[in-house]
């Protein structure tokens, strides 16, 4: 597996939770990261995505606010910081490359309890 999400759990709503990425492959530091989600019933959809360079690129509606997104390129880590979580913010989250994707790690399981 060469994506390992991690920092999962199970926290009251308004909590927070830092996930993190690690991707065992090469090369990191020239990809456009990402970090994703799948709700039990739904489609996996796009959280965020941070450019090589380290700079927050885009931000879903249902997060922006609340979630902030960064990278330690020379760790080949992502890290996803949750503040203010929401019942409805429950699902796994991933990471991947959204211009370059590559076979999907087992993700981390985020519950936000109401």
């Known amino acids: 597996v060469q994506l390992q999400a991690s920092g999962g759990g199970l926290v009251q709503a308004g909590g927070s939770l830092r996930l993190s990425c690690a991707f065992s492959g090469r090369p990191f530091s020239i990809r456009l990261g990402g970090w994703y989600r799948q709700a039990p019933g739904k489609q996996r959809e796009m959280v965020a995505t941070?450019?090589?360079?380290?700079?927050?690129?885009s931000f879903a509606d249902f997060v922006r606010g609340r979630f902030t997104i960064s990278r330690h390129n020379a760790k080949n880590e992502l890290y996803l910081q949750m503040n203010s979580l929401k019942p409805e913010d429950t699902a796994v989250y991933y990471c991947?490359?959204?211009?370059?994707?590559?076979?999907w790690g087992p993700g981390t399981q985020v519950t936000v309890s109401s």
């Open positions: 991947n490359f959204p211009t370059k994707e590559i076979p």
């Open positions: 941070i450019t090589p360079e380290g700079r927050a690129n």
